[in-house]
């Protein structure tokens, strides 16, 4: 076995023909008997892609059908640990904004849980939520800035799903609207 190096040994990239050193060599072992220079080598991959796109994918498909158990425990693991380290950041209990109620975050009950409210127009639009978005990224510098600048409000289920996130205001006006005419109503 020679390696790149040994001045014995002076090899040619098959296809463009430049010499190959340890630096611009595809292979650092140079016992096979194809020579590659990683330029060469880039290029064919990416042919290679393009042509068996379809091939690439269903191998992928495959894989994943054949290894569903263990990537999707995984994935679940990687989710799970990202929305804990997130924990202190975001406080583990605190008060719905409207109505006071005491909710939680990443605690087993749904119905208690924190629900973020988009305010306005936000960086984080990724489906189907804030909270995906939390277990999909794990905390770092970066991505508590990105989530700062979101500037969620913290409501509970009731009161954010009361909420429309597109022309509130006009909304709640014609809920004060509606409540005060039924309240004239009454009086009557
Ligand atoms: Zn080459
Ligand atoms: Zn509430």
Known sequence: MYRIGEEKMIHKCNICKVTLSSQNCFNSNLASRYYIC????????????VKNKTKIMQSKKRYYHENKTKIDAYSKKRYMDNLKSWEGFIPKKTNCQI???????????????????????????????????????????????????????????????????????????KVVKYVYETEKGKEL
């Open 38 to 49: 990683r330029a060469c080598m880039r290029i064919r991959n990416k042919t290679y892609n």
């Open 99 to 173: 109505c006071s109620t005491e909710i939680y975050f990443n605690n087993n009950d749904r119905k208690k849980a924190i629900c973020f409210d988009h305010k306005k127009q936000s960086v984080i639009k990724q489906k189907p939520g804030p909270t995906f978005w939390l277990g999909q990224h794990k905390r770092t510098n970066e991505t508590e800035l990105i989530w700062k600048k979101a500037d969620f409000g913290m409501l509970c289920n009731k009161c954010n799903s009361f909420l429309p996130t597109d022309k509130r205001k006009e909304y709640i006006k």
